[in-house]
């Protein structure tokens, strides 16, 4: 593994939280991603409990069994404790993790076009391409396929893992080519928020490779 690959998964910093449900009481989603939270919920848990955490994307629930990694509490009143908690999903409940992916790589696709970069159309062509990564288009194969940008010039290799280097984006195999020049010309002109937000889907891609 090269010294700048992550393990860590992205998650998307939320403007506006996400009403949502955990362990039955209201709660905020204030950072999400394709593996886990960051919520604001009533009551105090412990690193590894589990409860289930519940919000809605286009009118359908997204229902997760989701396990506390780390918490802290934030204020106390007469009558209730508010915790911050970051929390791991470990099982995804009926389709959630389908709807998960659509509401991760819509969100991602509407940032990455209203940010104001000096690409041009090729934004809003990444844009495009962003949306489409990870979504119904799949076949037979497997691995995945590691991008870097050294030195002004890009490179690919084939890889057995689905590692995000912090120079590039790892993404299925089966990826479009066209997609993802265009997902390399976007990187080159992006931020580095706007880098975090192209591997935050290639994640998405990433994740319905078949193991």
Known sequence: MAPSDRREFQRLRLAKPILALFDGQNALILDIGISGAFIEHYGQSKSGDRLKLLFRWKGTDVEFVAEIAHTVVVRKAANAVVSHSGV????????????????????????????????????????????????????????????????????????????????????????????????CRAWEVADSEGRRLIRLVAELSARTVKK
Do not use: C, H
Not at 100 to 117: E, P
Not at 159 to 174: E, K, R, W
């Open 88 to 183: 791991r999903f470990v099982q995804a409940i009926g389709d959630a993790e389908a709807r998960l992916n659509d509401m991760m790589a819509t969100f991602v696709g509407k940032i990455l076009a209203a940010q104001k970069a000096n690409a041009g159309a090729t934004e809003s062509a990444a844009s495009s391409a962003l949306v489409d990564l990870g979504g119904a288009r799949r076949s037979r194969t497997r691995g995945y396929t590691t991008y870097r940008l050294q030195n002004g010039t890009w490179s690919s290799e084939p890889s057995d893992l689905p590692t995000q280097p912090l120079n590039g984006f790892t993404v299925a195999a089966y990826e479009d080519e066209q997609e993802l020049q265009a997902l």
